[in-house]
């Protein structure tokens, strides 16, 4: 699940999540909400499940997370080998292919994008090393290969350009330096405050129009892992489309650096200050940037490749001959982080287990007979981790009339499913469509409780691929799935698989999986897509979304979220 942009604590977004659905869980036992309502598969239905295997998403789940795949790296081999296989399965399953040329495989040209070796960050003699002590923040700004020298200023959390007397300049002293910042916001004011008011960007603004050499970012002390974590992002390749170009600021940007503590330290080693005496400084009201007495040297070189990589596609024709015209579409993203820095970042969870779900749905569709009314595409992307870049591409270039496109349903999460029998599950959009009603009725027939978006204020909605199908104007879903276990169990188990294996080499198939979640989720998944081919209409928006009004194959802006 691709995160907010520079937002690289993903892990704790996904604890935010699942800590929300326990405390709904908590509240719906002890009698604070009426319970699921209960609803009946059809026969056709129960059949259609019925052929539904555990043994296939499981096999499918670990061929695509083995390490021959290399993590099914974007613009990699890994990727590559991964696309053949997906397309394989599609031929072996009797789908049609809707690709390129009469392919299953939709080529999309990417750039890749990395530092070299000559790219370095010293204070004094000590030279720190890259990925591990540092990471240059990836702003999406020209790339500039850049070396510069300057003295190092505490600059605090930067607060100071908010409270600053008329006629006082707080950037005066910051020309020609390089900046020291800590990461905000300050104990005193809230993240919801400091985000609301844009503060992180006005403050890197107006360092950078005042002629700031460049920025050394600090961590605050209040979060051990937060600058560690990304720093570990910043130092992997990063992926983009060909032709996406850079975004246009009226001002030079220079590099901008994220520490890590052992580095942090050694900033303040001349100062007469450690780290933590001038963060305690830096919250007062009153405080004023101070010199550190060192000097840093930062040089910067890029790399930029082109090359290619593919979404996989391929279809059922529907059974009705006007109908089959039009196609629910199923969706989930094939791709992970790939080889790098010699790791291979399997994403087994995220998202082998999301294709492998919905390999399954395809393989049941495949032996039913008849087949749905309308036509069934199923489609596996790449590129989402860097930017929902497949899903993207597809939406603007359809190989399916974008105007006959009934619904997406989209598989992507933190593999949540596997960890005991689903009890609870989320459908972001569903607020906003007909699928909503139709997502509650296919979960309730499971004993399933289906509850609201439990942190709206972190956007999930927006950062997956379902969303491209939205900016189209065709209704989407994405399904998540939670276990109804203790709440303290879960928490555990959510904290040490955030810790050790979210987005990291060891996002591997684990032996105590149970994969009766992952069955539900891709039953509720099946469910939903044959009844979205089967109605005599096609999904359509509530009057009460703010989507009411766009029309499928919407091109012009979204109405802005109230």
Do not use: C
Request: proline share 5%; charged share 20%; aromatic share 10%.
């Amino acid at each position: 699940m691709k995160s907010r942009l520079y937002t690289i604590r993903r892990g704790a977004l996904s604890l935010l999540i699942l800590f929300t659905l326990l405390n709904v869980q908590a509240f719906a036992q002890t009698g604070g909400t009426a319970p699921a309502k209960t609803a009946q598969l059809s026969a056709v239905e129960k059949k259609l499940t019925g052929n539904i295997s555990v043994a296939s998403i499981k096999s499918f789940t670990n061929a695509l997370s083995a390490d021959e795949m290399e993590g099914r790296g974007t613009m990699q081999p890994g990727g590559d080998k991964a696309a053949k296989w997906i397309a394989d399965r599609f031929k072996a399953l009797g789908l049609k292919p809707l690709g390129d040329q009469g392919s299953y495989l939709q080529a999309i040209k990417f750039k890749e994008t990395v530092l070299t070796s000559k790219t370095s960050f010293q204070i004094g003699d000590e030279t720190f090393k890259s990925g591990e002590d540092y990471g240059f923040v990836p702003l999406p700004f020209k790339k500039e290969n850049s070396s510069l020298e300057g003295d190092l200023i505490f600059f605090g959390y930067g607060t100071q350009v908010f409270s600053s007397k008329a006629g006082v300049n707080p950037f005066a002293e910051v020309k020609g330096k390089i900046v020291v910042l800590a990461e905000g916001p300050p104990e005193s004011i809230s993240q919801e405050d400091w985000e609301g008011t844009g503060a992180a960007f006005k403050i890197l603004q107006g360092l950078m129009i005042s002629g700031a050499k460049s920025v050394i970012i600090i961590g605050n002390g209040r979060d051990s892992d937060s600058t560690a974590t990304q720093i570990d992002y910043f130092g992997r390749r990063q992926i983009a489309l060909a032709d996406e170009s850079d975004s246009f600021m009226p001002f030079s940007v220079p590099p901008i650096v994220m520490v890590n503590q052992n580095a942090a330290q050694k900033l303040f080693a001349k100062s007469g200050k450690n780290r933590q005496e001038a963060l305690t400084e830096a919250e007062n009201k009153e405080f004023k940037p101070f010199a550190l007495g060192q000097t840093a040297n930062i040089t910067t070189e890029f790399k930029t490749t082109l090359g290619t990589s593919s979404n996989v596609i391929g279809y059922i024709e529907g059974s009705d001959p006007k109908l089959k015209a039009e196609a629910v579409i199923f969706s989930a993203h094939y791709d992970a982080y790939g080889l790098d820095n010699g790791k291979i970042y399997n994403g087994a969870a995220d998202n082998a287990l999301g294709t492998a779900e919905m390999l399954s749905v395809a393989e049941a569709f495949s032996k039913m007979s008849p087949k749905p009314k309308r036509s069934l595409v199923f489609l596996a992307v790449t590129g989402e981790e860097y930017g929902l870049y497949g899903s993207k591409y597809w939406a603007r270039n359809p190989t399916w009339d974008i105007l006959k496109v009934a619904a997406d349903l989209n598989l992507d999460g933190i593999g949540t499913e596997v960890y005991g029998p689903v009890k609870i599950m989320v459908g972001y959009g569903a607020e906003h469509s007909t699928l909503g009603a139709m997502f509650e009725d296919a979960a309730a027939a499971y004993g399933v409780r289906v509850i609201p978006d439990p942190v709206p204020s972190e956007k999930v909605f927006y950062r997956s691929d379902h969303y491209s199908f939205v900016e189209r104007g065709v209704p989407a879903l994405m399904l998540m799935g939670a276990p109804g276990i203790d709440p303290e169990s879960l928490i555990k188990r959510i904290r040490a698989w955030e810790k050790a294996n979210y987005h990291q080499p060891t996002d591997d198939v684990m032996a105590d999986w149970d994969w009766s979640g992952a069955k539900t989720v891709a039953d509720v998944m099946g469910v939903m897509g044959l009844r979205a081919a089967n109605a005599p209409a096609m999904p359509q928006w509530l009057k009460t979304s703010r989507f009411a009004d766009l029309k499928r194959g919407n091109t012009g802006e979204l109405p802005e979220e109230q």
